[in-house]
């Protein structure tokens, strides 16, 4: 196989196969029809799309932004033919059940074929992975007769869904949304109101566009606890499953970002009467499930969701580290620090240390990355089919905890990886000739969106390590102590040895920030706790990786290991002074008057 | 219709490739080995063909285990079955050797038409068709870049370094496809998952009823002496601009014959 600068395959059949081991999901019955054959034989294929039909226009979809000429959004043609060889190899469909024209496909590989899209393309990419967002969370949660109409054309890549949330006014307090839906006498509901940063939220590659839109109905309770969420077709859909009516929801202005440009971003305007479905103004909707319960449903999905967003974290910065790494070895500049004979000719670039730290470093937090991403998405799985109660249970309660960082950490780190990419390339990296600096200005979205930063360090600290009395934090000290109690009399003791130690300050750390007595002291330094506990846990599957490397022996094993090294002697360092500050109770920032500024 | 493709593993030609050092064959154990690139012209082809006249695509292999790799991929694109004729003795057989198998295993098969890529990116003889054809007594239309069927009757238009020519045959009949007659299809996931399902029927020389001793390097008709890489590329030629760059450039490329 031709090595590739959009992703490693050897890497991600080494992290399936040879630690994850997910042939053995094929005993389960619903993935009994799978094996390693179809496996290499989905991702192949998703490989080759990826890199044939999503990779070659990733530049022109940046240069070319989308635009609006009579009301329609303009984007550059190749993103409408990658979209359908996308859906004619039947990719949309993935993890979906069989009935609704799914491959029952294990989310740990359905996630395997989506980092080669999102390292290839995230913008292009972003359609077909919302449109399965909505799909999943409609299976989960909608009637069976609105599954049946909206899940098999988005199942079929004829439609797209959208996730529409925020609003101008309300991103991270989605307890302050404002759009109101007002039931009708036939059952549905009319929406008013504005939606901010829809990805998706129109575009004319689609029959149609499916919404999940969270809004208001007039009389229920404050807060997020009167949030319900509705299915908002672009066009309504008749009885036969034909396109039918304009529904009054249009499109109110496109955002102009730093990046992830091939994707259109919306300002959704809803009952306006620009269109009048019906004879009248106001968006249709449909209900999903019951009144406000919207926000929970939303939160089902999020896990998944938000290992997706930390997978295109790390995809980003796995492809520009691997185009660092090509040019590192095709660069010449300079002799060595011992040869400095002018007459002698200059070395490749990665022959200087400096450089081959930032490499090393970079390989360090994209293959955690992807370790940490994958592991992840193996928790879904057995969440959803292990075979015992308890071990779903315990998976449940892993992924919870791990969700925040599986987010958060790629979208720290993949960025890292990302600055490095253009460091490496010197001068030539802020150019726009070479690549580098559109994977930095895309993978600059991650850390804000699906959740802030911010937003995931309450969720770990205020939520996840305390829930269940604790539950959370004990499974990961737990699995972590399993991994270490593996790596007696290797040659990873030390390490292991690191990582108890590290994990028992973890654990007492967090005891003493919630025996602080004052949750704004527990809480104001939460992205602290977020950044320190991500690194125990990289760390950790670190060890998990050159466990599954004992024994081979190679380039590529000892490339493992030595990345595994630098993370123990580079990386686990910096987590002890976070744990030290956190644990001193610090208030500096938090008694930061405003007025100081 | 009944159509047989021919398919080939061969090493992958974007990957490095070697020779075994030991009898000079192809070292396929060590490679990348992927399905022949131009058979999967080929194989779109014959799907092409299906999808309009009906009947039933089967993919026709001889190669070591491992190429049941290529046959799963031409299955998943959408063949219906395939013969998998595997047997130790074949290991360094020439190209009139192995039409000799090929051959016996097309006559155990029923077939109209049969199709193959123009070369395989291996050995590049490119004369197996001419074989086959001499061998069944079929007529032979090679590089194809465009074929049609109607009735018991095959047209292609023959490519050709200055356009094309426009054969006719009778069926059955051989023909060979350039990368220009279609764009091959992926597999598609559903594809993949019912190739598992599809039967591979497995035959050795015994079961064609061919000679072990007609085969092999050991009475081959031709072998590979010696062998040697490309020579790597030399320092390139630098043109110092001194007000006169592009005259020199130009010089340069009227040497060299290129202007
Ligand atoms: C390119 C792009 C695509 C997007 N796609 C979608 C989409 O498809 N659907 C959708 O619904 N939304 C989408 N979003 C919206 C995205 O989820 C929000 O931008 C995000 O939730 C942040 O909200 P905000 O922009 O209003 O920022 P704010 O919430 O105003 O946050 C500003 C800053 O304040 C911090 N902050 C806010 N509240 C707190 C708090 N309580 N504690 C500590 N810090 C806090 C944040 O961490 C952040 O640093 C997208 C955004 C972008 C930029």
Redesign the interface.
Known sequence: ???SLVLSRRDLDFLLHEWLEVETLAKRPRFA?H?R??ID??ID?AS??AVEHFAPHNRTADEHEPHVVDGRVQLVPEVAAALR?FA????A??TLDEELGG?QLPQVVAKAVTTWFQAANIGSSAYPFLTMANAHLLVAHASPEQVQTYVPPMAEGRWFGTMALSEPQAGSSLADITTRAELQDDGTYRLTGTKMWISGGDHELSENIVHLVLAKVPGGPAGVKGISLFIVPKHLVADDGSIGERNDVVLAGLNHKMGYRGTTNTLLAFGEGVHTPGGRPGAVGYLVGEQHRGLTYMFHMMNEARIGVGLGATALGYTGYLHALDYARTRTQGRPVTGKDPAAAPVAIIEHADVRRMLLASKSYVEGGLALGLYCARLVDEEQTAEDAADRERAHTLLEVLTPIAKSWPSQWGLVANDHAIQVHGGYGYTRDFPVEQFYRDNRLNPIHEGTHGIQGLDLLGRKVVMGGGAGLRVLAEAIAATTTRAAGTDWADLAADLDALTADLVRVTATLWSAGDVDVTLANASVYLEAAGHVVVGWLWLEQVLAAEGSTGDFYDGKRQAARYFQRWELPRVRPQLALLESLDTTVLRMDTGWF | MNIVVLVKQVPDSGSERKLDSSDNTVARASADNVINEMDEYAIEEALTVKESQGGEVTVLTVGPGSATDAIRKALSMGADKAVHVTDDAVHGSCAVQTSAVIAAALQQLEYDLVLCGAESTDGQVSVMPALLSERLGIPHLSGARKLTVEGTTVRVERQTDGGYWMLESSLPAIVSTWDTINEPRYPSFKGIMAAKKKPVETKSLADLGVDPASVGLATATSRVLDFAGRPPKGEGVKVADEGDGAEKLVGYLAAQKLV
Do not use: K
């Open positions: 196989m031709r090595a029809e094996s054959e179809t034989a989905v294929l080759r799309i060889v004619d190899a039947g990719l469909a993935g491959m």
